[in-house]
């Protein structure tokens, strides 16, 4: 069964893709679900996130004109909704697999 990026603390997956989904964000802190610590996303989810745009905008930008000029302006909206819905999903479940987590910074309990 295919499993997200680990853990740093315990070892086991952070979370379950379904929880990825609604929750893990770039500058969001989350908590594993095994152990509870406090987890952001690595730097290297921006690395992610870039070449996938870069991509998608390649993929549209030149998928617009063919699409447009062979079957016309709604076949061409569709493209765009298609291709977004999928470099989305494509993105969560690389994000998910591959870039992994870091504890966050303790901001320590120095009240004196």
């Known amino acids: 069964m295919i499993t997200g990026t680990l853990c740093p603390q315990c070892g086991k997956p952070?979370?379950?893709?379904?929880?990825?989904?609604?929750?893990?964000?770039?500058?969001?802190?989350?908590s594993c679900s095994n152990c509870g610590v406090k987890l952001m996303r690595r730097r290297?989810?921006?690395?992610l996130l870039a070449v996938?745009?870069?991509?998608?905008v390649l993929v549209v930008g030149f998928g617009i004109p063919i699409a447009f000029a062979r079957w016309g302006a709604v076949v061409a909206a569709l493209f765009v909704?298609?291709?977004?819905?999928?470099?989305v999903f494509g993105?969560?479940?690389?994000?998910?697999?591959?870039?992994?987590?870091s504890p966050t910074a303790s901001t320590g309990d120095n009240s004196s």
């Open 14 to 30: 952070v979370m379950p893709f379904g929880r990825f989904c609604r929750e893990a964000e770039p500058l969001k802190v989350s």
């Open 44 to 47: 290297s989810v921006w690395l």
């Open 52 to 56: 996938g745009t870069l991509v998608a």
């Open 81 to 87: 909704g298609i291709v977004a819905v999928v470099f």
């Open 91 to 101: 993105l969560k479940f690389c994000g998910w697999l591959f870039v992994g987590w």
